[in-house]
């Protein structure tokens, strides 16, 4: 016969082929069980648990089992009772419940305790029916052992019969009044605390005894279950929060164990916040264990977590007494577990203010770089010593005391995204000063574009377009971002960066005027590198574009040789794109070839209408009407009228194929001057206007479907041409020449719909003013929430970066302070004087540079054709 | 309460698996395999603290762990403990195996696992801590296996 031991060296031996020997030991073993020796029988069951630790069923020997727990010989009893807690059901609970009552009532109370272990595992419910009133009756034994393990079998007792509680409970409720012995004393405190846990407001009763329990006690253990218990009790007896604060505050300063104070803080911060005084003392300590100077320079990893957990509960309720210890959850960053390093990331996301947003993100920017700088220095010092044992030294001791590369970097993306977000969150409400968020985002624009490029090109955009006193600003720095923008061959970030890099570019085309002349060149040739070649299609359209509307708008302000050279660069670069497989990025580039033949200043005029700010909500809120079918649109018609003239086809030709650009005399008609016209488009002669924008017939029928386009598309019409409110679009779109005007002005709000339809996620509207004839009050989008601008709280007070003095934007230039959110009384006040006086001065503005009628507004506020990718599209 | 104490060497193989509620042979592993998992995956610098769902039939547990040479010493509890207690806990778990074996290693596991039980009955009970003084785990330990063998 082979013994448990044999059984172990056994299949150590048999490496490789455990099972098969295992099966044999398990045969072996059960014909053991069988035996009629009881020694025999108690090896074969304890071979058979030690199988089942491995993953070997032995429920089979249950009935073996029950045998061995009536053994006489407590040695048979004690492995007995440890293999029932295995493989009994409720077979064997039914054969062995007699077994059990009379190892319970054993005048022995070894015997009684491995019985009562055994019981609190393997009861049933009629087991625990049957033998609670003798377990109940362990209570009072003189032995506080067997009390001990007669209190927590009872629990598990009642777990299974939950109706025992009627007697289980009082006799409870009598050891905790009564009991002298500690761990007893601890047992029913820990019975009760889960009990409480269950039901607490069953349990109020209970708070005399315990309130006398944590004044008394000196046993952590218990206090830590006491201080649990009287938390959970908390929110149930409004009354109890102030009795503790006492009694916890003393604990807090007297206890030198880590686990009852944080019991404590745990209980402070999560059932009695409002008890200010315990919270302070709370978050000094918690200061303590994160900052890093208290433990000799080391944090203790799980203090430091715990101390982090319970500070960011603290931090939803009182933001500003965890930003009293930003410094140490900034240092908490650098920490060397990655679990750390998030949550206290987490804890700072929830305390950016419009006071400090600026500190933090100075701090997690100066964090970001720093650890780009150790990454490099390592990676260097790795090539550097390419002794390959060196490195492989040097990765291992990286990975078992620092973050691995990939969490490196996971964290870096979480702290970038951190910035970009709290910074923009709620409609730029923390933002008082729009150039620093400029800075700020081209600045991770430069160094992280991979990882958010898309995010910050939204903002970037957003905040250029809502913000005009910040424009030239951001010109100036999408040129530096543009001209040391590095792009990574890296898939995702590749799509990230090109993002960012065609909003760059749509930036310095739409505010070309902007750019310094002297960087004119620089831009130009930057916009169109070979390099751009290799990005997205929409990236290169947009370049192409950016590079036409910068040439032209620095037309009359660079030298005729800096323009010369910037045209004959574009020019020559062309070709590439001319011949690109996409057909947006050709028609682009074609276009651009022919328009560059044309009078800079004339091409000037086409981007000339301003872009301005209006809520995406807003053109919903125009209705359809007029009689325009939009339907059925023109296109076989158009064509049709097309192939009638030869000069249209020769249009048609050119939209259709590139080829025919190179016809100079063609694009010289293009812009023949038959007839001025007082709108932008005035050069435009109507008859080739109407051919010239004979692809927005392609487009036309997708309009329709946006109901707000095709509203702006009518009052257009309207309004441009000044007379018929009904004129339908396909008379618009007729032959007629007398509707030229007209016909140039709807496909400039076209394309207006377009741009809107495309950003109307970010509250950025370019569209016309066409709206403020029928409301006027919302001219400029106030009293839509979606607006900047008539949001109080978030309407920037700009300061100009570059020459250290302020911009002070319109508003803020009567009432300085109003920025300054520090009397929250007069909040409203401001609010409101500040909403007036930014609607009188915007009109006062129109009317002053205008200086037109408001009738002919429309058109010079249409949405500018700066980017055609989608008129042209198809 | 203490759902389950699970000891694992560094190469997966159990030494002790107990647990206090109901689960089968199979399940039993699954849940030891995904502890050891877990455990395997953490820096000996990282927190001794881990929740998450370990495959128990209360989802909202948490493993609390400690690295000792070979062996891992987990403890899964649910919200009603501790983390910093159980910590205490299982180093006197250690500490009176530790005792009772004159300084225990792996191979005093595997070839008692049975005593290596023993001992955590008297610290736990039914998934409830039943006694924290090592002295009184060990004279209690002491005083069985005397017991034992007067009958025996």
Redesign the interface.
């Given at each position: 016969m082979k013994t448990?031991?044999d059984l172990?060296k056994g299949i150590r031996a048999h490496r490789g082929s455990e099972e098969e020997y295992i099966g044999k030991a398990i045969q072996e073993a059960k014909d053991e069980i069988r035996s009629l020796s009881i020694d025999e029988k108690c090896t074969g069951i304890?071979k058979l648990?030690?199988l089942?630790?491995?993953?070997?069923?032995?429920e089979f020997a249950g009935f073996h089992v029950v045998e061995l727990i009536s053994s006489?010989?407590?040695?048979h009893k004690?492995?007995g009772y440890?293999a029932s807690s295995f493989c009994f059901t409720d077979d064997f609970c039914i054969l062995s419940t007699a077994q059990f009552r009379k190892d319970i009532t054993s005048r022995?109370q070894?015997e009684c305790?491995?019985a009562?272990?055994a019981l609190?595992?393997v009861a049933n419910a009629d087991m625990s029916q049957a033998l609670m009133e003798d377990v109940l009756g362990l209570f009072n034994s003189s032995r506080p052992?067997i009390r001990?393990?007669a209190v927590?079998?009872a629990?598990?007792l009642l777990l299974k019969d939950t109706e025992a509680i009627r007697t289980v409970f009082p006799a409870l409720k009598r050891r905790l009044d009564a009991e002298t012995d500690p761990?007893v004393l601890?047992?029913v405190v820990?019975?009760l605390?889960?009990l409480v846990?269950k039901e607490p407001k069953n349990f109020l009763g209970l708070v005399p005894s315990l309130f006398t329990i944590l004044n008394h006690s000196s046993?952590n253990?218990t206090l830590?279950k006491v201080v649990?218990l009287l938390g959970v009790l908390c929110d149930h007896e409004p009354r109890l929060p102030g009795k503790l604060e006492g009694p916890l505050t003393q604990h807090l300063q007297n206890t030198a164990a880590?686990?009852l104070t944080?019991?404590i803080i745990?209980v402070a911060v999560t059932h009695m916040l409002g008890n200010k005084s315990l919270l302070k003392i709370c978050t000094e300590r918690l200061a303590e264990f994160i900052s890093p100077s208290s433990s000799g320079g080391k944090r203790d990893?799980?203090l430091c977590?715990?101390s982090l957990d319970a500070l960011s509960k603290i931090a939803a309720k009182y933001p500003r007494v965890a930003a009293a210890h930003n410094a140490a959850l900034l240092a908490c960053l650098t920490d060397?577990?990655?679990?750390?390093r998030i949550k206290a990331l987490d804890i700072i996301s929830s305390l950016f203010t419009r006071k400090n947003i600026k500190d933090i993100v100075a701090r997690l920017l100066q964090f970001v770089d720093e650890t780009k700088m150790k990454d490099e220095t390592a990676a260097e010092s790795d090539t550097a010593t390419e002794g390959k044992k060196k490195k492989e030294k040097s990765k291992k001791k990286r990975?078992?005391?620092g973050l691995t590369s990939e969490e490196e970097r996971a964290f870096k993306c979480k702290v970038v995204d951190c910035v970009v977000s709290n910074s923009c969150k709620e409609n730029y409400n923390l933002i008082t000063d729009f150039a620093w968020l400029i800075e700020i985002l081209t600045k991770l624009g430069a160094t992280h574009s991979s990882i958010t490029g898309s995010t910050i090109a939204t903002h970037l955009r957003d905040v250029a377009v809502r913000v005009p006193e910040v424009q030239s600003y951001a010109v100036e720095l999408s040129v530096s971002l543009l001209t040391s923008s590095r792009l990574s061959s890296d898939a995702v970030s590749f799509t990230e960066s090109a993002t960012l890099f065609s909003v760059t570019a749509w930036l310095l085309g739409e505010y070309a005027n902007e750019i310094d002349s002297a960087l004119v060149f620089d831009v130009v040739s930057v916009l169109m590198s070979q390099c751009i070649l290799s990005l997205p299609t929409h990236t290169q359209a947009a370049c192409v574009n950016a590079a036409l509307k910068v040439c032209s708008r620095q037309a009359s302000k660079v030298t005729s040789d800096v323009l010369d050279d910037c045209i004959k660069m574009i020019r020559s670069r062309l070709s590439f794109f001319v011949s690109s497989a996409s057909s947006r990025v050709q028609e682009r580039a074609v276009l651009v070839d022919v328009l560059l033949n044309e009078d800079l200043a004339t091409v000037d005029d086409l981007f000339a209408p301003e872009l301005v700010p209006v809520s995406s909500k807003k053109q919903k809120k125009v209705k359809l009407g007029g009689e325009g079918n939009f339907e059925d649109l023109i296109v076989p018609i158009e064509l049709q009228d097309w192939e009638g003239t030869g000069k249209e086809k020769e249009a048609a030709d050119f939209f259709g194929h590139a080829k025919t650009t190179k016809d100079p005399a063609f694009a010289d008609d293009v812009f023949d001057d038959e007839e001025p016209q007082d709108n932008r488009v005035k050069k435009t002669s109507g008859k080739r206007s109407d051919d010239i924008f004979m692809l927005d017939d392609d487009i036309v029928p997708e309009v329709p479907k946006q109901p707000s386009g095709g509203d702006a598309f009518d009052l257009e019409f309207d309004i441009g041409g000044g007379e018929t409110k009904q004129t339908s679009p396909s008379q618009a779109f007729g032959r007629n020449n007398s509707k030229a005007k007209q016909l140039s002005q709807a496909r400039v709000t076209i394309r207006g719909i377009e741009e809107e339809d495309e950003e109307s996620e970010e509250d950025v509207g370019r569209s016309s003013h066409a709206h403020s004839k029928t409301e006027p009050d919302d001219l400029f989008g106030f009293g839509d929430e979606g607006d900047l601008f008539t949001d109080s709280e978030a309407q920037p007070k700009v300061t100009e970066h570059k020459h250290h003095d302020e911009i002070v934007s319109p508003i803020a230039k009567d009432e300085d302070d109003i920025f300054g959110f520090d009397e929250p009384a007069d909040f409203e006040e401001q609010k409101q004087k500040k909403k007036h006086k930014h609607r009188k001065h915007r009109k006062h503005r129109h009317k002053t540079e205008e200086d037109e009628p408001v009738k002919t507004e429309p058109v010079k506020a249409a949405p500018k054709k700066d980017e055609f990718d989608d008129l042209f599209d198809f | 309460?203490i759902e389950a104490v699970i000891v694992v060497n560094n190469h997966g193989l159990?030494r002790?698996?107990r647990f206090?509620e109901d689960y089968?042979?199979?399940e039993?592993?699954k849940v030891m395999g995904r502890v050891y998992e877990i455990l395997t995956k953490r820096?000996?610098?990282?927190?001794?603290?881990l929740s998450g769902d370990v495959g128990l039939k209360n989802p909202n547990t948490r493993v609390i762990f400690r690295h000792y040479a070979t062996l891992y010493f987990a403890f899964v509890i649910d919200?009603?403990e501790?983390?910093?207690?159980i910590?205490?806990l299982i180093h006197i778990y250690v500490e009176a195996l530790d005792l009772a074996f004159q300084s225990v290693c792996e191979l005093d596991l595997?070839?008692n696992?049975?005593k290596a039980?023993?001992i955590l009955?008297e610290v736990l009970?039914?998934?409830?801590?039943?006694?924290?003084?090592i002295k009184?785990v060990t004279s209690?330990y002491e005083?069985?296996n005397l017991?034992?063998k007067g009958?025996?």
């Open positions: 448990l031991p172990i304890q648990w030690y089942q630790m491995l993953g070997y069923d032995m006489t010989q407590f040695r004690r492995i440890l022995n070894y305790g491995v009562l272990s609190a595992s052992y001990k393990k927590l079998t629990y598990r761990s601890h047992s820990n019975v605390t889960e846990l046993s253990w830590i649990r880590k686990s944080f019991e745990n990893a799980n977590y715990l060397d577990v990655y679990l750390i990975k078992k005391h | 309460m159990p002790l698996l206090y089968t042979t199979a039993q592993q820096k000996d610098t990282s927190c001794n603290f919200e009603s501790s983390p910093l207690a910590m205490d595997i070839f696992a049975d039980n023993f009955d009970c039914g998934g409830l801590e039943a006694e924290t003084d009184q209690v005083a069985m017991h034992e009958k025996g």
